[in-house]
């Protein structure tokens, strides 16, 4: 069945270090591939999607590219901030209109002043 | 922006009891979802609902579990006999046909 792998955690970095955090998925077919992000006390919140291969998701200075040919989909910022302490998630979506998300085991980011 | 409510935030019950999750869905929205993420391990689907009925649900989701949308705006999960191991964070999810997933904050279900 279709499955998300991420990288363990927990990640600490400092403010203004790069991000990134592994994701790769087993799925058959085209799946649509997603990051949500779950900030303290919230719900999981969409950050960013890719729905296609070789197609590139941005949201908040995050970015992640649907790579095929590795199956991944990894999540990157340039210089992260102290406000993106958060659960990251990786999750993809079988194609469909009523398919349902499966996810990554999440990672929690903590980023320090 | 319009959100996914859930009611309460915090729910403590005893093993064998009754347990009611309420999660009231975006207005406009055609699809409603259950997963739950247990301490430290991944979020897992539980169950979908369209058209007022169950379109899929997953092997967690056994007769212990019903969903519900009892009028137009609730959509709830009964578990009738909690179990320790139910104890979890229960997300529901809401979208319409070309939209991705809204969640809620999420229910912590605390089994004692």
């Known amino acids: 069945g279709d499955s998300v792998t991420q990288m363990e955690g927990p990640v600490t970095l400092s403010e203004e270090a790069f991000l990134t955090i592994n994701c790769t998925y087993t799925?058959?077919?085209?799946?649509?591939l997603f990051w949500y992000v779950q900030y303290p006390g919230e719900g999981l919140q969409l950050l960013l999607k890719?729905?296609?291969?070789?197609d590139k998701g941005s949201n908040k200075g995050f970015e992640a590219t649907y790579r095929k040919e590795t199956t991944s989909f990894h999540l990157e910022k340039g210089s992260v901030q102290v406000s993106d302490s958060a659960v990251y998630f990786c999750a993809l979506s079988a194609a469909g209109a009523n398919s349902k998300l499966t996810f990554g085991k999440g990672i929690t980011l903590s980023v320090r002043p | 922006e319009p959100e996914v409510t859930q009611t309460p935030s915090h729910q403590v019950t005893q093993m064998g009891q009754e347990v009611i999750l309420r999660c009231v869905p975006i207005s406009n929205h055609l699809y409603f979802y259950w997963y739950r993420q247990i301490l430290g391990q991944k979020v897992e689907f539980l169950v979908s609902f369209y058209n007022n009925e169950i379109s899929e649900k997953s092997e967690i989701f056994d007769d212990q579990f019903s969903v519900e949308r009892p009028d137009g705006s609730n959509f709830t999960l009964k578990i009738r006999s909690t179990k320790l191991e139910d104890s979890a964070m229960y997300f529901c999810?809401?979208?319409?046909?070309?939209?991705?997933?809204?969640f809620g904050n999420g229910t912590r279900l605390t089994v004692t």
């Open positions: 799925a058959t077919g085209y799946p649509s």
């Open positions: 890719a729905t296609k291969a070789d």
């Open positions: 999810a809401s979208r319409d046909t070309n939209s991705p997933l809204h």
